[in-house]
């Protein structure tokens, strides 16, 4: 069946990178997502990554597809305290506009 | 700009009470989406409809109901209010077709029920 997993949580330091993982067991996803949610709000989109891409930039953003692992990442640049926030990752397929959705990586930033 | 509006970011119910949660958009999607948030459970989809009059049960439908008289308008409605529905809502809503259908949320409806 379909499963999209994620780790709960990620700690990293003001300025370091952070890398957010995400797998997934279906390979018949056409686009994969990561929404940010920051605290006593809805969920934004983040960037979303076509399942014929490997890799997709914006800013201080970077998403990494492996098909063949079916691992999802997204790392995020000199990470700030603005980047607090619960990640989501999800995956949609050609057949319907349901997204599957993972449980969510919640980004600790420490000073 | 997209905006999703629910109807109220806290409630607190008693048990057995019949409660409305409403969610409006206004960029004409076809596509709305009830979901309930829990820690270390994530999104959980409660009912989604694809067009007026029209559902589909998600995941989690037990204990809940839908209407979508507009289509600008979609209601999650719990006949009977219990503890174990303590939970953030969450509304969504999507355009059928074009970039990924990605999903715009209203900002939640954290329910308390007593």
């Known amino acids: 069946g379909e499963d999209v997993e994620q780790s709960l949580f990620l700690s990293v330091r003001e300025g370091d990178s952070s890398v957010i993982n995400c797998t997934y067991t279906d390979s018949s996803s056409t686009y994969l997502y990561w929404y940010k949610q920051e605290p006593g709000a809805g969920l934004q989109l983040l960037t979303y990554i076509f399942s014929n891409m490997d890799m997709k930039q914006d800013q201080r953003l970077t998403v990494l597809l492996n098909k063949k692992d079916k691992h999802l990442s997204l790392r995020i640049a000199d990470t700030q305290t603005g980047d607090s926030a619960i990640y989501f990752c999800?995956?949609?397929?050609?057949?319907?506009?349901?997204?599957?959705w993972g449980a969510g990586t919640k980004l600790i930033i420490k000073p | 700009d997209v905006k999703v509006t629910q109807s109220s970011r806290y409630l607190v119910k008693r048990t057995g009470e019949k409660v409305f949660l409403e969610c409006v958009q206004d960029m004409d999607h076809e596509n709305m989406f009830w979901y309930r948030q829990d820690p270390g459970l994530g999104l959980r989809l409660i009912y989604f409809s694809y067009d007026v009059k029209m559902k589909e049960k998600g995941d989690i439908p037990e204990g809940y109901s839908v209407s979508r008289e507009k289509k600008e308008r979609f209601s999650l409605i719990l006949e009977s209010a219990s503890t174990n529905q303590t939970s953030m809502y969450l509304c969504?809503?999507?355009?059928?077709?074009?970039?990924?259908?990605?999903?715009?949320f209203g900002p939640g409806t954290r329910l308390t029920v007593t």
């Open positions: 969504a809503s999507s355009l059928t077709s074009g970039r990924g259908s990605e999903q715009y």
């Open positions: 999800a995956e949609r397929f050609d057949s319907n506009y349901q997204l599957i």
